[in-house]
């Protein structure tokens, strides 16, 4: 497989970060065949991909002109069958063992064997995934960060199997998406939640042990450390829970301590409080 051989990518999982991953390819010229269980998450996933788009018009990153073209390049479909047109596939689908594993292995049968499958997975690890499937050495991580279209940067992430051709090639891929790639190996967390999150658990204790209020923390961060968002805030926005789930895979994966979850996270979300989802966490969203 080469890069200009890609010409049609599938997305399969059409929530917040498929849709933006189909996004970015349709803007970039491919054909994306856009995957999800039922008509109605394809539905808000195109609204939700117009509404972007919109705003890029706005901002003048594109044309009012262009946008059909972008959108006429989006295939919604609920049948995993259509995949088999596709040069190359993200897998975006919820963050849970079973549901990769039964997507992964019905693509792995679809897919021409040449075909790279890729997991925009944040936290199971890619060697794992890679090895639920007939195709390890063409199997490899496009960790995209939230929100797609707006965030430059995409962790390629390498899986004990994966070969060199098909690490360059995603590599490379990414950067014809407008992304700026980086390579990282497999580890739990990679490096984006391995530095991310003991900082948000470090934040929490703060507030946790009286030190400082979520404010006060995410100032000194913001102010001192010229962070556009502070930790809590940036929490909040992630999800409490999938914070907790994230800590969980690096206490269990690197069996260290300190990356034990702040009980204070583990109580808001024992109560509740997800974060901007639910309205409330570190801060409160009502209204
Ligand atoms: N949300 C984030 O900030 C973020 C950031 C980076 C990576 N990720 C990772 O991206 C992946 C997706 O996360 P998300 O936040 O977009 O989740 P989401 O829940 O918003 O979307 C998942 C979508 O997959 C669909 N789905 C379920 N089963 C499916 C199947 N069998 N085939 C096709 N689609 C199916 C669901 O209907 C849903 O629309 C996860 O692995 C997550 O860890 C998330």
């Known amino acids: 497989m080469t890069l200009d051989s890609i010409t049609t990518v599938a997305v399969l999982g059409a929530g917040t970060m498929g849709n933006g991953i189909a996004h970015v390819f349709a803007l970039a010229g491919f054909n994306v065949i856009l995957r999800d269980v039922e008509q109605r998450y394809l539905d808000r996933a195109l609204d939700t991909i117009g509404k972007n788009l ?22 919604p479909v609920s049948d995993m069958a ?31 064997p ?12 890619i060697t794992a995934l890679a090895a639920l499937t007939e195709r390890p050495d063409r199997f490899v991580g496009m960790h995209f960060m939230n929100p797609v279209p ?3 940067l995409v962790e390629v992430i390498r899986a004990l199997q994966t070969s060199d051709a098909a690490f360059n090639l995603t590599m490379e891929l990414s ?13 739990p967390g990679f490096v984006s939640n391995r530095v991310l999150m003991p900082l948000i658990n470090e934040a ?8 400082a209020t ?10 001192g450390m010229n962070h556009p968002m502070g930790p809590l805030e940036l929490a909040d926005l992630i999800g409490l829970d999938v914070c907790v789930d994230i800590l969980h895979v690096l206490h269990e994966g690197l069996g260290d301590p300190k990356y034990r979850a702040c ?19 570190f801060y409160s969203y009502q209204g």
Do not use: H
Not at 107 to 112: E, N, S, T
Not at 175 to 185: D, E, I, N, Q, R
């Open 204 to 211: 929490a204790y703060c507030v946790m042990e009286g030190v």
């Open 175 to 187: 950067k014809k998406l407008g992304k700026t790639p980086v390579a990282v190996s497999d580890a």
């Open 150 to 152: 707006v965030m430059v």
């Open 114 to 125: 040449e075909v790279i499958l890729a997991s925009n997975t944040s936290s199971i690890s």
């Open 82 to 112: 259509a995949i088999a047109a596709a040069d190359f596939v993200v897998e975006a689908v919820p963050e849970k063992l079973e549901i990769k594993r039964a997507v992964l292995t019905e693509a792995d049968q679809i897919l021409r």
């Open 214 to 223: 979520p404010e006060a923390v995410d100032a000194v961060m913001k102010l």
């Open 54 to 75: 919109d705003r890029e018009v706005k901002k003048g990153k594109l044309t009012e002109a262009q946008k059909p073209g972008v959108l006429s390049r989006l295939k």
């Open 263 to 281: 009980p204070l996270l583990k109580k808001y979300v024992g109560a509740g409080w997800l974060g901007r989802k639910s309205s409330r966490g």
